[in-house]
């Protein structure tokens, strides 16, 4: 096993220092899957939801919260994100919701990517929770890579 970077001789954590790897073109991609439920799904194609268009907001959440992940996620380092795009595949139950982070930084963007996904949908259960309190938000999960140390990886199969 690689050595635990995120702890010291001691056993303490502590933040990696990443000031002497270059900085290199990085980019990554998450998923998950709100399964809503077919009434939910009717509404948001009727445009008969309570709080408005909730794919825009949603949208919005998940670049936002992508912006301060590190205020999040203890130890992760504070990036500045060239883009971040999230975006939405309704489906007869459930939405698909996909997200993908870009940065040119000395360390990765993965925790962006998944950060954005994961606010989208939480944000759609906001929304849509007058209609449902039975949403469930599942397979939060990061599908690709690429930039880096380790170089490009991709999840070998796609859940949709």
Same mark, same amino acid.
């Given at each position: 096993? &690689?050595?635990?970077?995120?702890?010291?001789?001691?056993?303490?954590?502590?933040?990696?220092?990443?000031?002497?790897?270059?900085?290199? @073109?990085?980019? &990554?991609?998450?998923?998950?899957?709100?399964?809503?439920?077919?009434?939910?799904?009717? &509404?948001?194609?009727?445009?008969?939801?309570?709080?408005?268009?909730?794919?825009?907001? @949603?949208?919005?959440?998940?670049?936002?919260?992508?912006?301060?992940?590190?205020?999040?996620?203890?130890?992760?380092?504070?990036?500045?994100?060239?883009?971040?795009?999230?975006?939405?595949?309704?489906?007869?139950?459930?939405?698909?919701?996909?997200?993908?982070?870009?940065?040119?930084?000395?360390?990765?963007?993965?925790?962006? &990517?998944?950060? @954005?996904?994961?606010?989208?949908?939480?944000?759609?259960?906001?929304?849509?929770?007058?209609?449902?309190?039975?949403?469930?938000?599942?397979?939060?999960?990061?599908?690709?890579?690429?930039?880096?140390?380790?170089?490009?990886?991709?999840?070998?199969?796609?859940?949709?």
């Amino acid at each position: 096993m &690689a050595e635990l970077t995120h702890l010291d001789a001691n056993g303490a954590v502590r933040m990696v220092d990443v000031g002497s790897k270059p900085a290199t @073109a990085r980019r &990554a991609v998450a998923e998950a899957t709100l399964v809503t439920g077919r009434d939910v799904m009717a &509404a948001i194609r009727s445009g008969q939801t309570p709080k408005g268009n909730v794919f825009e907001a @949603a949208r919005l959440a998940g670049i936002m919260a992508a912006k301060r992940t590190a205020e999040l996620i203890p130890l992760c380092h504070s990036i500045a994100l060239d883009v971040v795009s999230v975006d939405f595949t309704p489906g007869e139950d459930r939405i698909a919701i996909r997200a993908e982070a870009a940065t040119r930084a000395a360390t990765g963007v993965e925790m962006e &990517a998944l950060t @954005a996904v994961a606010v989208a949908g939480l944000t759609l259960i906001d929304m849509l929770k007058a209609i449902s309190k039975t949403m469930v938000l599942t397979d939060l999960r990061l599908i690709a890579k690429s930039g880096g140390r380790s170089g490009d990886w991709r999840a070998e199969e796609t859940r949709r």
